[in-house]
């Protein structure tokens, strides 16, 4: 094996230029499938990131997946029953200390309960339609990131009670409303209640710096007259995964609607897994290039050193000898080309990491591009232009052991 | 004088649209310490048989016996290990590897068979060239040697496994009468001296003449008459 190692490394050393350009073809090919998976993979995670942060891992409305059946339906199971008026169910969900307290009992993680009325803010004679929230402040904390968004006063104002808000700062801006103030909220129902601004915050989610506003749970519900009412319980998982069965068993016991972060983004991640059947698509095309380019090369070494072969053979060499010899030639092209494309996709995906974006024009702030830096891609890189070098080189190398070294001797005598 | 080698109607047919017969029932033994000359006009089968003799191809009908084991049912492990051990070969043309110089060509074989250290493999190399008078030529690349100093290193590369039998196709061929000269002085040396079997295939008459035997070959039959 020595001697075919040596074989091999003189042929490869013999061929400087040829080599260098097949080395290179390699990795370029490994680089930017490197630098091309960290960024869409970066994008994907910081995408997913931000959903699984800013949103609830399991949320309980008070919506039902199914209406309540009818006692009528139950007690004639056989009869057929039309015309009937479902009766009107008290909104929220009943019961809440209870439903707490259990969820309390078992579930993995963090959860908070929230009662959510629609009404309009005023202030002078502004108008803003808003979604007011009442909440506990302390359990909201540990189950919503709003803490970190503030750009003046903070969430935990709300803590120190009395009738104090915190809203959008675009809601502010378009009421003229400042921090300090006083803005007059009013429920559907037609309450009207005042609350001093204690906080602005600022999302990035338009929707949400406009049209929200948050409240003690006591204040919405007086507000929206449905004392000790709550109508959504989210809840914050230790382990994001777990949201599927957490939210099965929350379902199945209360008999609300529960649904997990899956269930609500899973247009957005069947569109993910899309994007990295294209990404894998993309990548094993630029390596299956760099294969080509491995194939062509060894192809060419082996039709030129077809003498060589010939004159081997007859000295004793085995077709397993020649096999191996071209075989370990492609793989030596393979393997430096993914060690040096791995250093070009670190330098690639490093350069990327260093480009800034001030995007807030549009509600949305991207500041640098969101890059992964994972050994996997990598290894994936570099097996697959090994293999893609095996490969390239094994075809060759099988034709060239097969060649009949009279046919060649002819030839060239 | 114990036979090296042994045919019985050896046939070679290439299998074309039209099958051309190469070599036709040649049958013919060669014993130890032999320098025996395969002669012919051209296309007549002269290096088809030293082919076929060499293990380099396979006959399509007729038995070919190496000291004294059948060839017929070998594989082709252990065609490349005959050839390996018992058979060197010398082209017209030298065939030497062109990336490696003349020591390390030699090396090669004895590396292949792995039956000396390194050490011996390169003290033998040396010893090799030094003997064919190439001693100060043994780290040049064939492309920095002389034609004749070429096919002196391809002679000892023949010889690096110390085989039995050195098959020699148109060893002379591509060389001026001097390296033609030095040439055959060192095959025949190998037969008088080292003991080794000779068989070459030449046009050179003259050379044939002075070989212990003539094989002469016409239409890939032998031919009785001009054959000694």
Do not use: C
Request: no cysteine.
């Amino acid at each position: 094996m020595r001697l075919i190692f040596d074989i091999a490394a003189t042929h490869i050393t013999g061929r400087g230029r040829q080599m260098l350009v097949a080395v290179l073809g390699v990795a370029v090919g490994v680089g930017f499938s490197i630098a091309m998976a960290a960024l869409m993979q970066g994008g994907q995670d910081d995408f997913v990131r931000q959903m699984v942060d800013t949103m609830p891992h399991v949320d309980i409305s008070d919506e039902r997946r199914t209406p309540r059946r009818q006692p009528a339906e139950d007690v004639f199971a056989t009869a057929a029953i039309s015309g009937l008026r479902p009766r009107d169910d008290r909104r929220g969900i009943i019961n809440p200390t209870a439903a707490t307290a259990w969820l309390e009992s078992w579930v993995p993680g963090r959860f908070a309960a929230s009662l959510k009325a629609q009404g309009v803010i005023r202030y002078a004679s502004r108008e803003v339609g808003a979604a007011i929230i009442g909440v506990d402040p302390e359990r909201e904390l540990a189950v919503s990131p709003i803490a970190e968004d503030f750009v003046e006063g903070s969430f935990a104002a709300l803590i120190a009670g009395g009738n104090n808000i915190v809203v959008g700062d675009t809601m502010a801006t378009r009421l003229g409303a400042g921090f300090g103030d006083t803005i007059t909220a009013v429920s559907s129902e037609g309450l009207t209640r005042n609350f001093k601004i204690v906080g602005l915050f600022h999302t990035g989610t338009t929707a949400r710096d406009e049209g929200e506003a948050y409240v003690l749970l006591k204040n919405a519900q007086i507000l929206s007259a449905r004392p000790n009412a709550i109508n959504e319980i989210r809840i914050k998982l230790d382990d994001p995964g777990l949201a599927p069965s957490v939210a099965r068993r929350a379902e199945s016991e209360l008999g609300y609607e529960a649904v997990a972060w899956q269930e609500a983004n899973e247009s957005i991640l069947e569109a993910l897994v899309i994007r990295n059947v294209i990404m894998y698509t993309v990548v094993g095309a630029i390596m299956l290039v760099a294969g080509f380019g491995i194939y062509n090369i060894i192809s060419t070494i082996t039709h030129e050193k077809a003498r060589d072969i010939a004159i081997m053979k007859s000295l004793g060499f085995r077709e397993a000898d020649m096999r191996g010899l071209f075989l370990l030639e492609g793989v030596a092209i393979g393997a430096a080309g993914s060690a040096l494309g791995s250093l070009l996709g670190l330098a690639m995906t490093y350069a990327l990491s260093l480009i800034r974006f001030e995007i807030a024009a549009t509600g949305q702030e991207m500041t640098h591009l969101p890059i992964t830096w994972s050994l996997l891609h990598y290894v994936i890189a570099s097996a697959f232009a090994l293999s893609s070098a095996a490969v390239a080189g094994y075809l060759p190398a099988r034709r060239a052991a097969g060649l009949n070294p009279v046919d060649i001797i002819r030839g060239a005598s | 004088m114990s036979v090296l080698i042994e045919t019985e109607k050896l046939t070679r047919i290439l299998p074309e649209t039209v099958p051309v017969t190469l070599v036709r029932d040649v049958s013919l033994s060669i014993g130890e310490k032999e320098f025996v000359a395969i002669t012919g006009p051209s296309g007549s089968g002269k290096s088809s048989l030293l082919y076929l003799l060499g293990l380099l191809d396979r006959p399509t009908s007729g038995i070919l016996r190496i000291a004294g084991r059948d060839t017929e049912p070998m594989n082709e492990q252990e065609r490349a290990a005959t050839r390996l051990s018992t058979l060197g070969f010398v082209f017209q043309f030298h065939f030497l590897l062109p990336e490696f110089t003349a020591r390390e060509n030699v090396e090669i074989p004895m590396r292949r068979l792995r039956r000396l250290g390194r050490a011996e493999i390169r003290a033998r190399a040396a010893e090799l060239l030094a003997s064919l008078g190439l001693g100060e030529h043994i780290d040049k690349r064939p492309d920095q040697l002389s034609g004749g100093q070429r096919q002196r290193v391809a002679v000892a590369r023949s010889l690096a496994n110390d085989p039995a039998v050195i098959l020699a196709d148109e060893p002379t061929g591509s060389l001026d009468s001097h390296s033609s000269e030095q040439v055959f002085n060192i095959l025949e040396s190998l037969v008088r001296e080292r003991g080794k079997t000779v068989i070459a295939v030449t046009h050179d008459l003259d050379m044939a003449a002075r070989m212990d035997r003539q094989i002469r070959l016409v239409d890939g039959k032998i031919d009785y008459g001009m054959s000694s």
